[in-house]
């Protein structure tokens, strides 16, 4: 017995393989067929926690002056993801933590400087 691929109504499968099952029927061993979801959500955006990080690192190099607003945009950002309308709690936090001790090294440097200047006004000499 020959097979001809272009006529479909032969008898038997001349390959082994069993036919697809009309629709509405379940599959072999109890498959069920698969149908497309949704999707995933689109990812909400991080502006706000990006911005609080960057403008914290910047302020290694501002004198501390932007991470003021790094630490500001960092508590706008706590507030939206707490709200649902932002990610990013990470990088909220670490905009917040390093924004924070940019802060407190430049005002120790300053009253580090201030204290020096006083000390040499008054002429202590050891």
Not at 2 to 14: C, F, I, L, M, S
Not at 81 to 106: C, N, P, T
Request: proline residues 10%; hydrophobic residues 40%.
């Amino acid at each position: 017995m020959t097979y001809d691929p272009y006529n479909p109504k032969q008898p038997g499968d001349p390959y082994g393989q069993q036919q697809q099952p009309p629709y509405g029927q379940p599959g072999p061993y109890g498959q069920q067929p698969m149908y497309g979801g949704y999707g995933y959500a689109p990812p909400k955006p991080q502006t706000s926690a990006i911005l609080s990080l960057v403008l914290s690192c910047v302020g290694f190099v501002t004198c501390g002056v932007t991470s003021i607003v790094g630490v500001v945009f960092g508590h706008i950002a706590m507030g939206k993801i707490k709200r649902g309308e932002e990610d990013g709690h990470g990088l909220a936090v670490a905009g917040l933590v390093v924004g924070y001790l940019v802060i407190v090294g430049w005002l120790a440097y300053a009253a580090f400087i201030v204290i020096a200047i006083i000390a040499a006004a008054n002429g202590s000499t050891y």
